[in-house]
């Protein structure tokens, strides 16, 4: 075991952020993130798991020094057993010599046998040792750089220090977020951006007791603002967090990130929730919950159109997607686990949900005719990463309080960034959350259709044709700008007689 020094300094939680993405310089230039956001999320995880460990090492030996057999006993109940060698300071220690990618895989593998029913296939998808780090001395050299990072006291992540876990889960979703702002294209798979997850958090209202799913889960951040909700409210732990996850490495980033949020009771799947749906009640059927939350891939080309007719779960009852754009698949698979009583969903869609035709508008037509649609909210553009189209936030409830849909005209309530354009807490947040509250229309903002105007519309749900944004312009006095261009031509005359009189003096012809 490491014998450590108590730190005594206050924790930061910006200075433990800045600490973590720093240790990303070890990669930059030579790993592209994509690729080395596993490393440094594990290594975070890793070094979490050593620092409780330790910590209560020391506090043990502190009171039962002379009976290390009993230290060791109780080292047995901690909630990650850390296997001797497998702590991070073993590794640190050996970061000079040879072998570090091997060692540190060998130090995981031991780790996630030794807590195999919380851990399992965890780390299967990192690999320290890969190709992909450079040949060997690079690798070596790369690894040692990052052991180094992580050993600096300001991730001295003990509980001791820097009290509980939401100060490590704050800095991995920190790390996340950045690592899904300079992923390009691809960042949308594992990350919605927060104040988009709080929206869709807020919008479900989630209490205490509910079973909330997101079968598109990512690195489960969605999952966790609904749970954050209900401790926040009641202060209750009493909720059940399930998320299936298709992308192997993004599955483990999601398993990592509810632990070190304290999110123990979850249960995430790895699979592909159309083709392979995992949380199942039995053999036969779906599990229904209280919520279900998603942000899925915008129009996936291939979803699993072979299997949709033969589907056992009878999902596409009400029509097969189209073959190349899978977004309704993902809106049926979630109206059919909502429970039937309390069942409510929140689905972030392209615009093109809303009013494509064929199978798509046959779909939805029968979607709203059943009167599951609850509200349209049309969102700014640019505010998810790797895409700057618009998207909508699409509500469903199992039981509707009418018969009616509310559109809402979002789109111009952002504050604008560099990159990513942001949704503001009050001005924008608490507007449509309100909006969605009191259910009326207000005045080039957001429109109560009745069934009767939507058919009239052929149930395209295109926000404009609801909501008139349209501002008059002002009318423009003809005479008043004539006579306005008269006296700008005069000045101007003036001043260039001016300008001749100084270039005159000036001995200028």
């Not at 300094?9 to 230039?29: E, H, K, L, Y």
């Not at 109940?77 to 590794?91: D, I, K, Q």
């Not at 030794?114 to 050299?141: C, H, M, P, W, Y």
Request: glycine share 6%; proline share 4%.
């Amino acid at each position: 075991m490491n014998d450590t020094v108590t730190q005594t300094a206050p924790v930061s939680q910006d200075a433990i952020n800045a600490a973590v993405w720093a240790a990303c310089d070890t990669f930059r230039g030579t790993v592209d993130p994509s690729i080395y956001k596993d490393f440094v999320l594990t290594m975070l995880f890793l070094k979490y798991v050593s620092d409780v460990w330790q910590d209560h090492y020391d506090s043990y030996k502190k009171q039962y020094g002379d009976h290390p057999e009993l230290i060791e006993e109780m080292l047995k109940s901690e909630r990650f057993v850390l296997p001797a060698n497998a702590s991070f300071y073993a590794l640190h220690t050996q970061r000079h010599s040879p072998g570090n990618g091997e060692r540190i895989d060998k130090a995981l593998h031991a780790i996630e046998e030794a807590n195999i029913t919380k851990l399992r296939d965890v780390f299967q998808d990192i690999s320290f040792n890969a190709n992909k780090l450079g040949d060997e001395q690079q690798k070596n050299d790369i690894l040692r750089h990052l052991l180094e990072d992580f050993a600096k006291p300001v991730l001295d992540l003990r509980p001791s220090r820097v009290g509980q876990l939401d100060v490590i889960g704050n800095a991995y979703e920190f790390l996340i977020k950045n690592f899904a702002s300079t992923s390009g294209k691809k960042a949308g798979e594992f990350y919605t951006p927060p104040e988009v997850s709080t929206l869709m958090a807020r919008l479900m209202a989630p209490q205490e007791g509910d079973e909330i799913c997101d079968p598109t889960c990512g690195s489960g951040s969605l999952l966790m603002k609904c749970g954050r909700l209900i401790r926040e409210n009641t202060g209750s732990r009493k909720y059940a967090l399930y998320g299936q996850e298709a992308i192997g490495s993004t599955w483990a980033l999601a398993k990592m990130n509810m632990f070190l949020h304290g999110e123990d009771n979850h249960r995430i799947e790895w699979g592909d929730t159309i083709r392979n749906p995992k949380l199942l009640d039995g053999a036969a059927s779906l599990k229904h919950f209280d919520i279900v939350v998603a942000n899925p891939p915008f129009s996936l080309e291939k979803w699993g159109f072979e299997g949709a007719d033969a589907d056992k779960f009878s999902r596409f009852r009400r029509g097969a997607p189209p073959r190349t754009k899978g977004d309704y698949a993902f809106i049926l698979h979630m109206v059919e686990t909502m429970k039937p009583g309390t069942g409510r969903m929140a689905v972030v869609v392209p615009h093109g949900v809303l009013f494509r035709g064929a199978a798509e508008g046959r779909i939805r037509q029968k979607l709203i005719e059943e009167n599951l649609l609850d509200v349209v909210i049309g969102l700014p553009e640019k505010l998810f990463y790797g895409t700057g189209i618009p998207a909508a936030v699409l509500v469903f409830r199992k039981h509707k309080a009418d018969d009616k849909v509310l559109f809402i005209d979002a789109s111009r309530g952002f504050e604008a960034g560099k990159n990513q354009n942001v949704l503001r807490e009050k001005e924008d947040l608490n507007r449509i959350l309100a909006t969605v509250q009191a259910r009326q229309s207000v005045d080039k903002y957001a429109y109560l259709a009745t069934p009767a105007e939507i058919a009239e519309n052929e149930f395209n749900l295109n926000i404009p044709r609801y909501v008139d944004t349209f501002e008059e312009e002002a009318e423009i006095d003809l005479m008043a700008v004539r006579k306005e261009r008269e006296q700008l031509k005069a000045e101007l005359a003036g001043l260039e007689a001016q300008m001749d009189a100084y270039l005159k003096e000036l001995g200028y012809e």
